[in-house]
């Protein structure tokens, strides 16, 4: 059931990075490829906390059904962090970050 968000403004195979991620989480977490869902999302304009506009970033979000070890959760995003340049066209300056956490109770699914 991994729900997993890219937030995104550097140039990003999104599909080869997806496809490559899937597997990566499902044998991590003990799931099915088939249940990881990936959404992209284009960041149009990100302004730091001096005003700067010139950041460029990927961050990776997976929401997981609640009860994994957060050890289990900090590798995972580390694997995903070691796993990104290979799908970024340029590595240079580019912010990455990773975030596993679990998803609300108020989650549902039909």
């Known amino acids: 059931m991994p729900q997993i968000t890219v937030d995104y403004s550097a140039p990003l195979d999104r599909r080869g990075f997806a496809l490559a991620l899937h597997p990566l989480v499902a044998e991590t977490v003990d799931s099915t490829v088939e249940a990881c869902k990936t959404r992209f999302r284009e960041v149009e304009e990100l302004v730091v906390g001096d005003g700067a506009t010139d ?16 050890a ?18 340029e590595t240079e300056g580019i912010r990455l970050t990773a975030e ?11």
Not at 57 to 69: N, T, Y
């Open 72 to 89: 289990l959760k900090a590798r995972l995003a580390e694997a995903v962090l070691d796993l990104l340049p290979t799908y970024l066209k």
């Open 100 to 110: 596993v956490r679990d998803l609300d109770p108020s989650y549902r699914k039909r």
């Open 55 to 70: 950041d460029v970033v990927v961050h990776v979000e997976i929401a997981l059904l609640p009860g994994r070890p957060d």
